[in-house]
């Protein structure tokens, strides 16, 4: 056999004799076993995705996920220090602590279920595991064994990024008085969390394909999905509510039913050691339990799921093209007022017929819609204590803000959904049709989302006016449907202010895979116009004048955005030099040899 340093010096540009290139081969290929081969592929499945990697950088945006993944834990780390530091020496009260603890049990389990929920399609197999991995000589059995080791590898480095940073700093900001024994009770609270998350997921949906097959799991994914969301963003956004009314809350005989409370109970159970209140005890078993039973569940699901999943992609399924009684009635009339240009129609129609037919653009939608309801419950509801119950109540501030929270949230998430950089390989029919988009071609994906964020604003005032329990719910109900109208037309040409492409067609800007600069509109400019449009709703609410005076200067202001906005067109169709994606257009028709 050809020694290895021989092997290793030999340069891949030299001309070597069959013989050499034989004995090199041989020994490559005994590096690479099959299973490590099989695993390696899952895992870039995983984190190579179309969303996880726009243009080939899927190295630099999974690092930017998993530093933003464990930055919450590690920012509120560091904001513990002054309240454990205090300057009267005073002790933090024991359940205020348990409080700061419960943040990161239910940190680590949401963005787990995250995970997996981001991961739907891909932990099962699908197409190019029937049709292409089935046709090699491999086993089935091992297909099966390598992906689910992949899932247990992808598991664990999501709890590792979820929760390495915190205990670097935790220990320095709370200085528990059992050093080893709190990052043990840290560390396996955590881990169990996050198992808990991830497999509850898996298991979910391993036992509906199990039972249901995956043609009626299809018709029901996305609603669980988005039900899935909705559940794990109200519990991370309602934690400062659980950890300050943690005490109470125990009491319940709810509280037994809720997953974050298990691990906080481990958490405890742990760092106390005997002298444990009963209730962490009993939570702490509970949780053992439920992390072991969901555990042994997608265990023993997925293989059943894997072969129903695999069954069902040779099988195939049926698609009937069923139109609504309304469908038909509602398109003759977009057609007759805001499509009469045949090219808008075309554009509108490629919009609805891809969204309703691509589960990746479904996933974005899933999860921008996911966020915003949880948004809005979250600002909306309030829960009150007392005398061993617990009811929602209305707050009249959340009650307000939320038509502004539904407008953003929609027009930003088309938007994001429009430019996602998933399934582009047909884009080039469009320049080879209609060369550069124009009006027509840009007008209907912003009348596209105009119509959505009008109809979801105008559903949120109405329930907003129903919420409202003042004498003056009239002039409430006014303010609120102008309010809705005015920020659906604002936020909507602001948004596609400067796209000029067809949607589902345009790569992002290189600016773009800056994660710091994509999280800009959400973190800086989101609470701003919340709180501005609070602020405006009193105003108008004062006298009929400034409502009136309110809607002139939205009307202005939409004017003058639009100006903006054709101005910004007109500069990129009179742009006559091409640019680099013009010069290699032949080569990005998807082709390789």
């Not at 109470?248 to 005997?274: A, E, K, M, N, T």
């Not at 049926?318 to 129609?345: D, F, G, K, N, Y």
């Not at 949607?503 to 959400?522: D, E, H, Q, V």
Request: hydrophobic content about 55%; overall charge positive; proline content about 6%.
């Amino acid at each position: 056999m050809l020694p290895a340093q021989r092997t290793d010096s030999v340069s891949r540009d030299a001309v070597l004799s069959l013989s050499v290139l034989a004995r090199e081969s041989s020994v490559e290929s005994e590096q690479q076993s099959e299973f490590r081969v099989l695993v390696r592929h899952f895992l870039d499945r995983f984190f190579g995705n179309e969303f996880a990697s726009a243009d080939g950088d899927a190295k630099t945006r999974l690092v930017q996920v998993a530093c933003a993944i464990g930055i919450p834990p590690f920012v509120l780390s560091l904001y513990l220090y002054p309240v454990y530091h205090l300057p009267s020496h005073r002790a933090r009260p024991y359940w205020a602590q348990a409080g700061d603890h419960s943040f990161f049990v239910l940190y680590t389990m949401v963005a787990l279920g995250l995970v997996a929920i981001f991961e739907w399609d891909l932990l099962f197999p699908d197409l190019l595991d029937v049709f292409v991995l089935s046709s090699l000589p491999v086993r089935a059995s091992r297909l099966l064994l390598t992906r689910m080791t992949a899932i247990v590898m992808l598991i664990c480095a999501a709890i590792f990024d979820a929760s390495f940073l915190a205990p670097v700093v935790l220990p320095a900001a709370t200085d528990p008085p059992h050093l080893f024994r709190f990052l043990a009770a840290h560390c396996v609270a955590v881990a169990c969390s996050g198992v808990f998350g991830a497999t509850s997921i898996l298991a979910l949906e391993g036992v509906l394909l199990s039972l249901f097959g995956d043609r009626w799991f299809r018709r029901v994914s996305l609603w669980l999905q988005g039900i899935l969301v909705v559940a794990l963003l109200m519990l991370l956004f309602l934690n400062s509510v659980i950890a300050n009314a943690l005490e109470p809350l125990l009491r319940l005989p709810l509280s037994r039913f809720v997953p974050c409370f298990w691990f906080l109970g481990i958490y405890q159970r742990i760092l106390d050691g005997p002298s444990t209140l009963p209730v962490f005890a009993h939570l702490a078993r509970i949780g053992f339990a439920a992390t072991a039973g969901a555990t042994a569940l997608a265990a023993i699901s997925y293989p059943l799921a894997w072969r129903r999943r695999a069954i069902g992609l040779v099988e195939g399924a049926v698609v009937r093209e069923r139109q609504p009684r309304l469908a038909s009635p509602l398109r003759h009339l977009l057609h007759a007022t805001a499509l009469r240009i045949p090219a808008s129609r075309a554009v509108w129609h490629f919009i609805t017929q891809n969204l309703l037919r691509v589960p990746r653009y479904r996933m974005v939608l899933v999860f921008y819609g996911g966020a915003g309801v949880a948004l809005v419950l979250a600002a909306v509801l309030r829960v009150n204590l007392g005398h061993g119950h617990f009811r929602f109540v209305f707050s009249p501030a959340g009650v307000r803000a939320a038509v502004p929270i539904v407008a953003f949230w929609t027009a930003s998430g088309l938007r994001s959904t429009f430019l996602a950089p998933a399934d582009q390989r047909g884009r080039w029919i469009f320049r080879v049709i209609t060369g550069k988009p124009g009006f027509p071609h840009l007008n209907a994906a912003r009348r596209w989302t105009l119509l959505w964020t009008l109809l979801l604003t105008g559903i949120a005032a109405g329930l907003a006016s129903l919420a409202h329990p003042h004498l003056d719910a009239w002039r409430f109900a006014a303010v609120q449907a102008t309010t809705a109208a005015a920020l659906s037309f604002l936020l909507t040409d602001a948004f596609f202010l400067r796209v000029a492409t067809i949607p589902f067609t345009g790569s992002k800007s290189s600016s773009a895979t800056n994660l710091a600069l994509l999280l800009i509109p959400y973190l800086g400019f989101f609470p701003g116009i919340v709180l501005f449009t609070i602020s405006m709703e009193r105003w108008m609410e004062v006298s009929p004048s400034h409502l009136l005076l309110a809607v002139a200067s939205a009307i202005v202001a939409d004017l003058c955005l639009r100006s903006v906005r054709r101005s910004h067109i007109k500069d990129t169709l009179r742009q006559i030099h091409a640019d680099d994606e013009e010069e290699d257009f032949p080569l990005r028709l998807g082709l390789r040899y």
